[in-house]
């Protein structure tokens, strides 16, 4: 059946998502466009091992895998209507057993009780998830991915940061995706492992986003399936003990355990603003902003609230639950804890465990692709390797790291999720504050010239995007708490606050730079013409 839908797509493909060996060519040729000083030497590039790739990358795109590298996709194959897609890619990604992890945290590592766990959750879930559907707009609008849309902003060298980034925090998600993954199959069998469980999950996200843009698009929208199915299962069957554990006593919530908890959950929805344009870069651009902002935000907002409140609960509840308690295994083991609630309904309860485990690359199909297209953006160079190498090189690294990160899962867990917050936060705040101020929230050719996203000339320098996200790294450190370092002020009970200070820093601080930036980018625009027209005068 797989093989009768992937065919069916591919024949309703763009022309750039089924190139021709010509494509190929051409498509490496556009990415290749700058300055004639940063221009690969073209002679050596086709007598290098990247003239064979090149053939593999044709014969792969006569099967209808997307071979179109990072270049923006020009209007007239921005044509997909479907906008429904926008809904579900995003909902399949958060209604699963990663986010469910996130919401048990707050029980399980912040001693939250449920009614204090699920109402930050409502807040948080309800003004963050803003964002990541804000940023999905530019996908569509200017057919650009996350990181080239970034050259706008941080410019052509500025942007190799976020870039690397970016590489760094999608291989992180991938590695705690992978980890749930697995702990939920091994809690099936004890004739399975973490270990056995990563590959399969492993193998099954690579199969998914090899096949590339379309082909996610078409899994996205029916992986979600199986995750509401089991949701929905094991809410009738743990009723009863959360009706229980609602008026079950607890300490009260202290100051930092609530800002940390809210922090995790904020870094883990703003890590998708790095990402979400990646995904609507063939729709076509037709369609109102408000229009695919509501359709990602419901996407997003309706998976969060439904899988960190049920992931709560559950939590909350497994240390009265003996068989809930075992399964999870003192805080260390979600999947364990999924299948200890569905084991009264025997087999089929394996089943649905099964089906959630091997539906978890729904989240991990979204992250591999844009680990793929982030490396491809740090250099030209880079750029020349077809996509399919770096998923492969992703596929290499998952396995072995998130085998040896499953041993301690809730440490690894917490700390990848600040980290990658920390910086997409001042991230998301550049990219955001020069939208709204100095592109006047317009998507327009004459806002963001596309043309030019490969130009270190025509691009902007660059330099108030990184001074502001320095900025905003100095000033969040003092607020920083993990586990490896305690900032001043987080010793003082504050909790975990350097996700809202970094966001708030990193604006400000580019607003005033970039404003800076232009004031003396017209003084001197403004001195060469006047030394113009003095020397036209003199002769």
Not at 31 to 45: A, G, I, M, N, Y
Not at 178 to 196: E, F, N, R
């Amino acid at each position: 059946m797989s093989a009768t839908v992937q065919n069916n797509d591919a024949n309703s493909l763009p022309n750039s998502l089924v190139p021709t060996s010509s494509d190929f060519n051409k498509s490496r040729s556009e990415e290749l466009r700058k300055d004639s000083s940063e221009e690969p030497d073209t002679e050596h590039v086709e007598d290098t091992p990247l003239r064979w790739l090149g053939r593999i990358t044709a014969l792969l795109a006569h099967y209808g895998i997307e071979t179109h590298g990072i270049a923006p996709i020009p209007v007239e194959e921005r044509v997909e209507t479907r906008w429904y897609q926008m809904f579900f890619v995003w909902f399949s990604a958060n209604m699963n057993i990663l986010t469910f992890s996130t919401g048990t945290i707050g029980p399980a590592f912040f001693a939250l009780g449920i009614r204090d766990a699920v109402t930050i959750i409502v807040v948080i879930d309800l003004v963050f998830c803003l964002l990541p559907a804000f940023f999905a707009v530019f996908g569509p609008k200017l057919g650009t991915r996350a990181m080239v849309q970034s050259r706008f902003s941080w410019g052509y060298y500025g942007s190799i940061i976020p870039s690397i980034l970016n590489v760094f925090s999608m291989q992180g998600f991938l590695i705690l995706n992978c980890i749930i993954g697995g702990q939920t199959l091994a809690s099936v069998s004890s004739h399975l492992d973490d270990t056995l469980g990563i590959v399969i999950i492993g193998v099954i996200s690579l199969a998914v986003t090899f096949f590339g843009y379309r082909f996610l698009h078409w899994y996205e929208s029916i992986a979600w399936i199986p995750n509401v199915v089991a949701f929905i299962v094991m809410l009738a069957l743990g009723y009863p003990q959360l009706r229980a554990n609602q008026h079950a006593s607890v300490q009260t919530p202290t100051p930092a355990a609530v800002l940390s908890f809210a922090s995790t959950l904020a870094s883990s929805i703003l890590s998708w603003c790095t990402m979400t344009p990646d995904y609507g870069v063939y729709h076509s651009p037709a369609a109102s902003s408000t229009r695919i902002f509501i359709y990602t935000y419901l996407g997003f907002v309706i998976a969060s609230i439904t899988a960190h409140t049920l992931g709560a609960a559950f939590a909350a509840a497994a240390p009265n639950v003996p068989a809930w308690n075992a399964g999870f295994q003192d805080s260390t083991s979600v999947g364990g804890l999924l299948y200890g609630v569905l084991t009264p309904v025997g087999g089929f309860g394996r089943f649905l465990t099964v089906l959630v485990a091997l539906s978890i690359p729904s989240a991990c199909a979204p992250t591999m692709y844009t680990f793929s297209t982030s490396f491809m953006s740090v250099s030209t160079w880079f750029s020349l390797i077809p996509r399919w190498v770096y998923i492969l090189i992703s596929e290499g690294i998952l396995i072995p790291v998130a085998i040896v990160g499953a041993r301690k899962f809730y440490t690894t867990f917490i700390d990848i999720l600040s980290i990658i917050g920390y910086w997409s936060t001042a991230f998301s705040a550049i990219i955001l504050t020069e939208h709204v101020l100095f592109r006047c929230a317009s998507f327009t050719e004459k806002a963001y010239p596309t043309t030019t996203w490969n130009s270190a000339r025509l691009l902007p320098h660059g330099i108030p995007a990184v001074l502001a996200f320095f900025c905003a790294f100095g000033a969040l450190v003092p607020f920083m708490s993990q586990v490896w370092y305690v900032g001043p002020v987080a010793l003082d009970g504050s909790g975990d606050c350097g996700v809202y200070v970094g966001f708030v820093v990193g604006a400000c601080c580019y607003a005033v730079l970039r404003r800076l930036e232009r004031w003396w980018d017209g003084r001197q625009e403004a001195r060469a013409k006047a030394y113009e027209a003095e020397d036209g005068l003199k002769h």
